[in-house]
């Protein structure tokens, strides 16, 4: 089936089946390798990327279903901004990637294509309970997410304050009294 | 093993007309199409192969299945939900925050935030797990859903809607479009216990309402406590007997993820968390 | 400032500083290639058709005739070349690349097929039709009879240090399989010919250790080592489970790839891996331990027990580690260490950080506990008064002399938990008020660990590793096979190059490692790429500066270098391992110095119990762990932060279903790692108590990490609650089960 995609911006044509994930549909049809699969069930966010700003797991959408929406990916933050760096002839990197570059936010690299674009789609200076619960659905095995809190608060401006606090607990919010 | 993308057939409806149409052509030729939303539990089993279905309906341009409105006022108001209606919608909704505070709270914990943007109440309810973290809630509350077929719409109260395991009296032609709630008065609780805090499947999922209770992942389908409701309406406040008439109504099993016996255990706890005695 | 513009500025270190990562903003970009990234021409894809019983004959293995096979290429075991051996190159010649007769375990792979088209492949394996003749399997350590390899550690005399002793503390504790799950899943590329020769074979893969894998093709294909090359492309994560098992994975990959004459790619899904790749070994330990009232250690003897698996592969050298930990960091004038590794037929267990280690020092942690509390002692004070200290003897005999801070790091965990609390009994004063339902209950746990870097005193001899330089116009390149696996290698080795050599970071060139270019390093593993082959490195550094005459500038080293190479031609360092003068070990005795030098590490747990629902959340975590120097503080902080919190997992959440002798819980969805609201604030402190011999003063960081987590986190949990654990993970129906005994026992 022929689509028309919007991707970082560009408008591209392909030709897959409908039903072919929107992960493989960028990353063999696209060459957009930046998007990772790490368990093709919904569970590590590898695999993140932006649908018209909202963070979705790309191994569980339809091509087809993306036809008239904006997909961003990991490649499209820094292209995005368009700016280059002279300095070294690259393309600017985006705050976050900077950011999680200077925290020590990558180690393996494998999870932090879909953690950053996971963490473009934050409010900006979010808290740090604010981070870890939009971070929830992108599993790190390497850094135990301090490095990653770092990064994030670095890049969206998170206030010192509410940045060292412990963890609530998270079922504290489940409960609710009307 | 990963079904082959190029062997799935997928019809896309422009509107809920023509998609009824799709469906009762499909179903009389005997080749039903399995209504595709957000596709978040369905590429699941698609992606591990475990998924019989071949040929999908794609909802999700459907803008008539968008929306959360409340009719009417005071005893009578009603929430109602659009299909397609993702758990996020349910998190912002205001409404939802004021009227039923416990369906943004289960839909707060289904999955990481990028299941929560596309997971819908629908799908929640159409694919049907007993684990599914929305249906305590919408079985604790009067929900009633609307089934559209090309030949006219039927309204289901959702405890007539479930015959069983993964199964309902939804006929292979028709599609649930709208979930109504009427806007419930008293205690609202939900607890959902999880294998984590977050990106888990529920070992047990309690909704409360009042006396009222609902449970998810301890039997076949969603379980509405009404021996224990009735007992408790009936002005019992013997902790022991309300969790030994919940025992009776609930039937978990040992899993991968979890015991019977926890189970069991856990959601007569949860219980006395909700309901304490003698008060 | 008033400095001239252009003039050169005194070079500061770079060791100890937070320079950028080398391969960082490939990273953070998505540009770089990881297996799955790469495509070649022509290439197709493979997948393996494994077995579905634990253990039996193979009867027959048919293709469906009613099939269409065309464009299949298929390979069994009468694939392998005349010349090659059928064999996976590792400690003993027991694990086949392809089963020939029978099966040992589940997922063990029979057949391999390749298609250019994947969907076609997957339909192809479901068509391969294979009939056992089953035969009884033993699935786990208590019915295991079969010893695959066993040690003995003795130290003292043990009768006469029982007979010293006020009372004896018996006690057993258990550990099960731990997934590694890296986040990228095994994957190779195999690729006919090398350099045009068609004889030779190329691969590409996920991996930890180039040169294993060239040492199981030069076996499986019976080739000299010229005509094999192994490429590390970038790799997602490792932590042991892409130490031995590529060997395994390439070895099939080339095999396909030779008979279709194509590049070949296999890369493993999700479940794919979790079922059929290595775990960490499940662990049986039974303590008994002699003690004075005061607590004094008189005497431990200790069993220790190992699930191999259906193969040997590492599991001597696990064993190894395990049983030389096993009585954690504490002195005793006697002691008897009975390590044994047995065999049953579940796929086989290989490395995982920590290496047994982390298996043997969870008991004898939660025994401290126990002990403490038979004598009605302060946890604490228990092991303060044990603890090893310089002029001490482990074990194995070893004097320690230097690097030994078991008692600071202790002393610095208190301070820093203490402090902690002080800053939180503010804010949890304020939210007290929010009350609500049955209180959560709190609790405390402390352990202490330690970890040898690098391999045994025998084992780095063996290994003789060698690593170097190139001189280039720029600076320099490095010459290793140690791999980056996220854990920073490349940073940190070229950091102590430009010390060595004192020039700019920015000049020190580093690449995956390609064994067509890159010396044999040894393995990447065991905490020793930096204390090890940074030390060889070092010297390297230092050799080439004498070579270039010496230098008091980087400009001056840049203008030698460059009239050098155009005046004298290209110049290359490799420098060898050199094993320190003052180690002694005997491999046969197990007596001697295990290890140049230890890292010491201290975890406090702060747990909370939720008595509704019997969950354990770790609410805040602290970590002191001496590394000798951080030579990049903030890489080795994420080290320890990602060993703990993989430490964490395993105390409360990771548990490998085994059900028929196969991974029943084998998804994302069911095996459970920690997210972000699983985890506490890891608060990391590092200590820095040189090791001379390491670079810099470093010793390992890598493993230490994963030691401690879990025996604090069960010791917090009785705090708070009452009941001792004496298996991870604590699971919610492991405590209800627990707390039910405790009642039960009061009643």
Redesign the interface.
Same mark, same amino acid.
């Given at each position: 089936m022929k689509l028309a995609l919007t991707v970082n911006g560009k408008k591209r044509k392909v030709d897959?089946?409908?039903?072919? +994930?929107l992960l493989?549909t960028l990353?063999e049809d696209l060459g @957009?390798?930046?998007?990772?699969?790490? *368990? !093709?069930?919904?569970?590590?966010?590898?695999c993140?990327v932006l649908i018209d700003g909202?963070?979705?797991?790309s191994?569980?959408?339809?091509t087809?279903?993306v036809a008239?929406a904006e997909v961003v990916?990991?490649?499209g933050l820094?292209a995005s901004r368009g700016k280059r760096d002279n300095r070294v002839n +690259?393309?600017k990197?985006h705050k976050l990637?900077?950011a999680? @570059?200077?925290?020590?936010g990558?180690? *393996? !690299?494998?999870?932090?294509?879909g953690m950053?674009v996971?963490a473009a789609?934050l409010p900006k200076a979010p808290s740090r309970e604010e981070?870890?619960?939009?971070?929830?659905?992108?599993?790190?095995?390497?850094?135990?997410?301090?490095?990653i809190y770092d990064a994030v608060e670095s890049a969206l401006g998170s206030h010192k304050k509410s940045a060292?606090?412990?963890?609530r607990?998270?079922?504290a919010?489940?409960?609710?009294?009307? | 093993m990963?079904a082959a993308?190029?062997t799935?057939e997928?019809l896309?409806p422009r509107t809920l007309k023509e998609a009824l149409a799709m469906l009762r052509d499909a179903a009389a030729e005997g080749r039903p199409l399995t209504p595709?939303a957000?596709?978040?539990d369905l590429?699941?089993t698609?992606?591990?192969g475990t998924l019989q279905g071949r040929r999908?309906l794609?909802l999700?341009?459907l803008k008539e299945l968008r929306g959360i409105t409340k009719d009417g006022r005071g005893k009578q108001s009603a929430l109602r939900f659009g299909a397609l209606t993702t758990f996020?919608d349910c998190v912002r909704s205001s409404k939802v925050q004021k009227h039923l505070?416990?369906l943004?709270?289960?839909a707060?914990?289904v999955?990481?935030?990028?299941?929560q943007?596309?997971g819908t109440l629908g799908g929640n309810l159409g694919n049907a797990s007993p684990a599914a973290d929305s249906l305590p809630v919408l079985a604790v509350a009067d929900t009633t859903l609307i089934l559209a077929s090309s030949d006219g719409e039927r309204a289901i109260a959702l405890g007539d809607f479930y015959t069983g395991y993964r199964a309902s009296v939804r006929r292979p032609d028709e599609l649930i479009v709208a979930i109504e709630v009427v806007v419930p008065k008293?205690?609202?609780?939900?607890?959902?216990v999880g294998t984590r805090?977050?990106?888990a499947i529920s070992k047990v999922v309690m909704a409360a309402i009042g006396h009222r209770t609902a449970w998810g992942s301890v039997a076949p389908t969603v379980v509405r406590a009404h021996k224990l409701e009735a007992y408790l309406d009936g002005g019992g406040r013997d902790l022991a007997a309300a969790q030994q008439l919940l025992g009776d109504e609930i039937h978990p099993i040992d899993d991968i993820r979890s015991t019977a016996a926890y189970r069991l255990r856990v959601a007569k706890n949860l219980l006395a968390e909700v309901i304490p005695a003698n008060r | 400032m008033g400095r001239r513009k252009g003039k050169e500025r005194a070079l500061q270190p770079s060791v100890g500083t937070?320079v950028?990562?080398t391969?960082?903003?490939?990273?953070?970009?998505?540009?770089?290639?990881?297996i799955?990234?790469l495509t070649f021409p022509g290439m197709i894809h493979g997948r393996t058709v494994r077995s579905t019983i634990p253990r039996g004959k193979i009867l027959s293995v048919t293709l469906d005739p009613a099939f269409d096979w065309s464009g299949f290429t298929v390979v069994d075991h009468r694939d392998v070349p005349p010349g090659g051996q059928n064999v996976v190159q590792m400690i003993t010649d027991d694990q086949p690349f392809l089963a020939v007769d029978r099966v040992n375990h589940q997922e063990e792979p029979i057949l391999l097929l390749a298609h250019a088209d994947r969907s076609r492949l997957d339909a192809g394996c479901a068509r391969v039709k294979i009939t056992y003749a089953p035969e009884a399997p033993v699935l786990d350590l208590a019915h295991a009879t079969h010893v695959l390899k066993q040690l003995t550690i003795e130290k003292g005399d043990l009768a006469a240090g029982f007979a010293d002793a006020d009372v004896i503390v018996e006690g057993t504790y258990q550990t099960g399989h731990q997934e590694?799950?890296?986040?990228?899943?095994n994957g190779a590329i195999a690729l006919p010919g090398v350099d045009g020769d068609p004889a030779g074979i190329t691969v590409y893969g996920s991996l930890q250790c180039p040169y294993y894998v060239v040492r199981a093709l030069m076996r499986l294909f019976g080739l000299p080592i010229e005509k094999v090359r192994v490429v590390q492309s970038?790799?997602?994560?490792?932590?042991g489970g892409k130490e031995e098992y590529p060997s395994l994975l390439c070895g099939h990959a080339a095999l396909l790839a030779r008979k279709a004459n194509r590049p070949v790619k296999m890369i493993y899904?999700?479940m794919e891996d979790l079922v059929a790749t290595t775990k960490r070994h499940p662990s049986l330990v039974r303590h008994r331990t002699g003690v004075k009232r005061d607590g004094t250690i008189t005497a431990i003897e200790i069993d220790l027990r190992l699930d191999g698996g259906a193969y040997l592969t590492l599991s001597p050298v696990v064993l190894s580690r395990a049983s030389i930990h096993a009585t954690g960091p504490y002195r005793t004038p006697h002691a008897r260490i009975h390590g044994r590794a047995y065999l049953t037929h579940t796929p086989p267990n290989g490395a995982f950080r920590g290496f047994g280690a982390p298996q043997s020092q969870f008991a004898a942690e939660l025994h401290m506990d126990k002990i403490a509390g038979e004598l009605g002692l302060d946890p604490v004070a228990l092991r303060r008064k044990n603890l090893l200290r310089p002029g001490d003897t482990t074990a194995t005999g070893q004097l320690l002399e230097e690097s030994v801070s078991a008692e600071e790091v202790l002393d610095r965990a208190l301070a820093r938990h203490e402090a902690a609390l002080q800053r939180?009994n503010k804010?949890l004063r304020r939210s007290k008020a929010a009350g609500?339902s049955k209180a959560?209950l709190h609790g405390t746990g402390l352990s202490m660990f330690f970890h040898g870097s690098g391999f045994t005193g025998g084992g780095e001899v063996k290994l003789a590793s060698r690593a170097g330089l190139v001189l280039t116009r720029d600076g320099v390149e490095i010459l290793v096979a140690s791999t980056e696996?996220?854990?920073?290698t490349r940073t940190m080795l070229a950091q102590i190059v430009a010390d060595a050599l004192a020039i700019p970071y920015e000049w020190v060139a580093t690449s995956d490692p390609d064994t067509a270019r890159d010396p044999d390093s040894g393995p990447t593993v065991a905490s020793r790429t930096c204390m090890i082959i940074g030390r060889i490195l070092q010297r390297a550094g230092e050799r080439l500066k004498e070579a270039l005459g010496g230098y008091d500038s980087p400009k001056e080293f840049r203008r030698r270098a460059r009239a050098h190479l155009d005046e004298k031609g290209p110049l290359t360092i490799i420098e060898t391992y050199e094993k320190p003068g003052e180690i002694r070990w005997s491999d046969e005795t197990y007596r001697g110095d295990a290890y140049g030098a230890y890292a010491w590490g201290c975890n406090i747990a702060d747990v909370?119990v939720?008595p509704v629902t019997y969950e354990a959340?770790c609410?805040?975590f602290t970590a002191v762990i001496d590394i000798g120097k951080a030579i990049h503080p903030?890489?080795a902080?994420?080290q320890i932060?990602?060993?703990?919190?993989?430490g964490i997992g395993w105390a409360l959440y990771e548990d490998v279903v085994m059900k028929d002798g196969r991974m029943a819980n084998g998804?994302?969805?069911n095996y459970i790692?920690p997210?972000?609201?699983d985890?506490?604030?890891?608060d990391v402190e590092i200590v820095e108590n040189p090791y001379r011999h390491g670079p810099f003063g470093a010793k390992g960081v890598g493993e230490c990490p994963i030691d401690g987590p879990p025996a604090a986190i069960v010791a917090a949990i009785r705090q708070a609650c009452g009941v001792s654990l004496d298996r991870v993970p604590a699971t919610p129906e492991r405590i209800m089960i627990a707390l039910d005994a405790l009642e039960g026992g009061r009643r």
């Open positions: 897959v089946p409908p039903m072919k +994930r493989d990353r @957009l390798t930046g998007t990772k699969e790490g *368990c !093709g069930e919904g569970e590590c966010g590898a993140t909202e963070a979705v797991n191994c569980l959408v339809p087809l279903q008239r990916t990991i490649e820094a +690259r393309v990197l990637q900077s999680f @570059l200077e925290c020590g990558a180690q *393996c !690299g494998i999870c932090t294509p950053i996971a789609a981070i870890r619960v939009g971070l929830a659905g992108n599993l790190c095995r390497c850094t135990g997410y301090m490095k060292k606090r412990a963890p607990n998270p079922k919010r489940a409960k609710v009294k009307a | 990963r993308a190029e799935l997928v896309s595709l957000g596709g978040t590429f699941v698609l992606n591990a999908f794609d999700w341009g996020t505070p416990i943004a709270a289960a707060s914990e999955g990481g935030l990028q299941i943007n596309r008293g205690r609202q609780v939900f607890r959902k805090a977050a990106q | 937070n950028p990562r391969e960082g903003r490939e990273k953070v970009t998505g540009e770089a290639k990881y799955d990234d590694q799950l890296y986040l990228e899943p970038t790799t997602g994560g490792g932590f899904d999700r939180n804010s609500g959560r696996i996220g854990q920073g909370e939720d959340r609410t805040r903030l890489l902080e994420g932060e990602g060993g703990t919190l993989q998804t994302l969805t790692i997210t972000t609201l985890t506490p604030e890891i």
